[in-house]
Nanobody, 115 residues
């Protein structure tokens, strides 16, 4: 069982920045594929960003050039740096870990972009 805890959400004005963090348990964290998803009220869940075990990254078109996903295997942590935030980025952001054939996720953290 992998435990996942997200943090870093909050209220920010348009154009502002936030950094989300996701800590995942387990001694083999370096092998996990880590994803950030988000879900806004009334919307489908959206894959925002992925970082593989090898460090390759992928982003949704809606966040390219604004968001950056990174991982620190020494801290079992994945980050999502979000810059130039827009009101449409408002959502609950959740971290997912793919471990072999199993998928684990956390409770999520709320991000609200509003003036």
């Amino acid at each position: 069982q992998v435990q996942i805890v997200e943090s870093g959400g909050g209220l920010v004005q348009p154009g502002g920045s936030l950094r989300l963090a996701c800590v995942a348990s387990g001694s083999r964290f370096r092998l996990y594929v880590m994803d950030w998803y988000r879900r806004a009220p009334g919307n489908e869940r959206e894959l925002v960003a992925t970082v593989t075990a090898g460090g390759s990254t992928n982003y949704a078109d809606s966040v390219k050039d604004r968001f950056t996903i990174s991982r620190d295997n020494t801290k079992n942590t994945v980050y999502l740096q979000m810059n130039n935030l827009k009101p449409e980025d408002t959502a609950v952001y959740s971290c997912y870990a793919t471990v072999g054939t199993k998928i684990y996720w956390g409770q999520g953290t709320q991000v609200t972009v509003s003036s």
